[in-house]
C-alpha cells in the first residue's frame, strides 16, 4: 500500500512515492519535466527498518551505498514524463552501525526454478538479521549465505534469518514460482485454438468442480473470443464486437476427447501448465491454484499477441488521421 512518506530526497523537480513497508518496499520516482533528470535518490533507512539492497522492478541489479543511516540508490537518468521503480529485496537489520555497498537482483518470471541474490561489502561482520523478499505465492527451495546452506523462516513471501552475518557476504535463494511452467514459453503461445478443419479446441473442466471451475472454463472462453474478434477487426468497438464479428466460442465440456487441441483443468499437487501432445493442461490443487495457472497461460499469450485498444477520436488523433485506428 501507498505511504504518505517516500522516505527518499532526489532531484527537485522529480515526483517520489513510496509503497509496501519493510524489506517489502517499492521506491517510485517520476519525471514530470519534457527533459531528463537525474535519478539518484538518498534513502533515509530507518523508514525502511533497515540496510535496504534494491533491484530494478523487472530484477535488473542497483547498487545501493549506505553510511550515517542513508543510502544512496542511482535509478539512472529518466527521460522526459518517465518514471523507475526500485524494489527492495534484501535487507541487512543490526543494531551495530557499518557503511555498507552492495546490490540485488532476481529473475523475472522465471518458468519452473528462480533466484533472489544479493551481495554486500560493510566495514565489518555484524550480528542481525537478513531479510529476502520473494514473489507472491513463490516456494523457497534453497537458501545459501556464502555458499554454506542456512535455515530460513518463511513468513508471507519473506524469508528472516538471524545470525553472523559478515561483512562481506552474498545470500542466495533458490525458489519455485508460484506457478510451474514445465513447457517452452514458444509452445504455450503457439498452441492452436483450432483443429485442423477449423474446429474450436475443447475446454475440459476439473473433475468434480465447482462454481469456480465453470468460472475459469468461462474465462478463458471469454478471452478466446474478444481475442479471435480482435484479429478480424481490431478498431471495432469493445461494445460492437458482437455485432460485428461472428463468435468464437470454445465448447466447454466435461468428459475430455481422445485427440485434438484441448485446454485441460485438472487436479495438480500445486499450479502447473503443462504441454502434452494436443493437450494442455493447466492444473492446480483447488480452483483459486488453477486460476493462478490461468492468468499465466494468458499474460504468456498476451505478450505474444498484445493489444491496448484504437485510438481514440482524441482531436489530436483526429487531425493527424489516427482515430480508430490500431497502432501495431
Do not use: C
Request: net charge neutral.
Amino acid at each position: 500500500g501507498w505511504q504518505p512518506t517516500p522516505a527518499a530526497t532526489a532531484h527537485a523537480d522529480l515526483w517520489l512515492s513510496r509503497y509496501g513497508a519493510g524489506v517489502g518496499t517499492y521506491l517510485v520516482a517520476g519525471n514530470p519535466k519534457r527533459s531528463q533528470r537525474p535519478g539518484e535518490l538518498r534513502v533515509i533507512e530507518s523508514y525502511l527498518e533497515g540496510q535496504t539492497l534494491f533491484a530494478g522492478y523487472h530484477g535488473n541489479p542497483l547498487t545501493v551505498r549506505s553510511e550515517n543511516g542513508v543510502s544512496t540508490l542511482d535509478l539512472g537518468t529518466l527521460d522526459g514524463h518517465g518514471h523507475r521503480i526500485a524494489r527492495a529485496l534484501v535487507q541487512v537489520v543490526s543494531d551495530t552501525p557499518a557503511a555498507l555497498r552492495g546490490s540485488a537482483a532476481m529473475d523475472w518470471q522465471p518458468l519452473a526454478r528462480g533466484t533472489v541474490r544479493g551481495s554486500w561489502q560493510a566495514a565489518r561482520d555484524r550480528v542481525g538479521t537478513l531479510r529476502v523478499r520473494l514473489p507472491p505465492g513463490a516456494r523457497p527451495i534453497e537458501v545459501r549465505l556464502n555458499g554454506t546452506v542456512i535455515e530460513a523462516a518463511v513468513e508471507a513471501n519473506r524469508l528472516h534469518w538471524r545470525g553472523s552475518i559478515p561483512a562481506q557476504g552474498e545470500v542466495v535463494v533458490t525458489y519455485a514460482p508460484q506457478v510451474m511452467v514445465e513447457s517452452p514459453l514458444e509452445a504455450l503461445r503457439a498452441f492452436p485454438l483450432r483443429r485442423d478443419d477449423g474446429s474450436p479446441a475443447r475446454v475440459v473442466t476439473a473433475p468434480g468442480g465447482g462454481d469456480g471451475d465453470a468460472y475459469l472454463a468461462a474465462f478463458l472462453r471469454a478471452y478466446v473470443d474478444y481475442w479471435q474478434r480482435r484479429q478480424v477487426d481490431p478498431v471495432s468497438a469493445v461494445a460492437g464486437l458482437a455485432a460485428v464479428e461472428a463468435e468464437a466460442v470454445l465448447p466447454i465440456v466435461s468428459d475430455e476427447p481422445a485427440e485434438g487441441p484441448r485446454l485441460v483443468f485438472r487436479q495438480e499437487d500445486r499450479p502447473r501448465l503443462r504441454l502434452e501432445g494436443e493437450r494442455l493442461a493447466i492444473g492446480g490443487a483447488t480452483w483459486e491454484q488453477r486460476e493462478a495457472a490461468l492468468r499465466r497461460l494468458l499474460g504468456i499469450r498476451d505478450a505474444a499477441h498484445p493489444f491496448v485498444g484504437a485510438l481514440n477520436d482524441h482531436p489530436m488523433h483526429v487531425k493527424a488521421g489516427l482515430a480508430g485506428e490500431a497502432l501495431d
